[in-house]
């Protein structure tokens, strides 16, 4: 499975932007998909991430909640990642990923468990 990340950019507090990944197959073939970040100096950390199985459920960071809205279009095989109301501190790189693999809730914010990762995208959010 091939990600591509895109629709980073240079965005003033307050307001917003929409990330897209584009997976080379079905987003439906996937059991799970994600968005992480990483800021300088820091480490990855898990922002948002759908999981299907059976339904679909949505799991957020506590930071982003209320403010960041994941989605996914089947018919483009492409998950979106809406941000609004941004903030200094989500200037990051952000990377999509993906596991084809079934994993439990306890899974969803690690990201050892997906194994295909896209090249990220960079956000910057000025004050």
């Known amino acids: 499975v091939q990600l591509q990340a895109s629709g980073g950019g240079l965005v003033q507090a307050g307001g917003s932007l929409r990330l897209a990944c584009q997976t080379s197959?079905?987003?439906?073939?996937?059991?799970?998909m994600g968005w992480f970040r990483q800021a300088p100096g820091k480490g990855r950390e898990f922002v948002a991430a759908f999981r299907w199985s059976g339904g679909t459920t949505t799991y957020y960071t506590d930071s982003v909640r209320g403010r960041f809205t994941i989605s996914s279009d089947n018919a483009r095989n492409t998950v979106y990642l809406q941000m609004n109301s941004l903030k200094p501190e989500d200037t990051a790189v952000y990377y999509c990923a993906a596991t084809r693999v079934g994993i439990i809730t306890s899974q969803v914010r690690r990201e050892d468990s997906y194994p295909y990762w896209g090249q990220g995208t960079q956000v910057t959010v000025s004050s």
């Open positions: 197959e079905r987003t439906a073939r996937n059991y799970a």
